[in-house]
C-alpha cells in the first residue's frame, strides 16, 4: 500500500510544480468534493503532502470502482482545490501480489 501512494505521489509530482493561480478547474475543496461524489460516483483514493518553494499542498487522487474515472486534485491550505488530472480506465494494484524484489 505504501509503495503504492508514493508511487503515484511520484507520478503525480512529476507533472504539477505549482497551482496556477487562474486555474479555471478550481474552488473550495468541500465543493469540488461534493461533485466528485455525487456526480462521479468517485472517493478517495490515495493522497500525500507536496512541499514547493516552502509552501505544502495537498494532493489526491479520487477514483471510483464503479465507473472507472479518476480525478487528481491539489489542495491549498487556504482550502482551494485545483483538478489537475482527470481520466478513465482507473485501477487498482494490489501491492501486496506483486512480486517481491530486492530494495533498491
Known sequence: MVRQLL?????VGL???AIPAH???CAERD????RL???Y???FSAGGLQ???NKQTLVEVWSSQETGT???MLTTPDGLACVVATGTDWHQVDVDALPQGSES
Not at 508511487?7 to 507520478?11: D, N, Q, S
Not at 465543493?31 to 461534493?34: E, I, N, R
Open 7 to 11: 508511487t503515484t505521489m511520484a507520478v
Open 70 to 72: 479518476f480525478t487528481v
Open 31 to 34: 465543493t469540488v468534493v461534493k
Open 15 to 17: 507533472g504539477f510544480a
Open 37 to 39: 461524489e455525487s456526480q
Open 41 to 43: 460516483d468517485e472517493m
Open 23 to 25: 486555474a479555471a478547474s
Open 51 to 53: 512541499t514547493i518553494r
